[in-house]
């Protein structure tokens, strides 16, 4: 359930253009053979962005 839900949020992300930080992480482990470990340290490392301004 999760790999099939993780492709098809990662192709709904690509085709509205809009970043999905984990997703993107997610696929690129399980399609990409991308280490987990890496990918982990890839999300808690990359830049602090505002996500939502009222």
């Not at 990662?10 to 253009?17: P, V």
């Not at 399980?30 to 505002?50: F, N, Q, S």
Request: zero cysteines; glycine letters at 6%.
């Amino acid at each position: 359930e999760g790999i099939k839900t993780s492709l098809s949020a990662y192709n709904l992300a690509k085709k509205m253009g809009v970043e999905m930080p984990i997703i993107t992480e997610v696929y690129n482990v399980i399609y990409r053979g991308k280490e987990p470990r890496k990918a982990v340290k890839d999300l808690m490392t990359r830049e602090l962005k505002v996500e939502l301004s009222l």
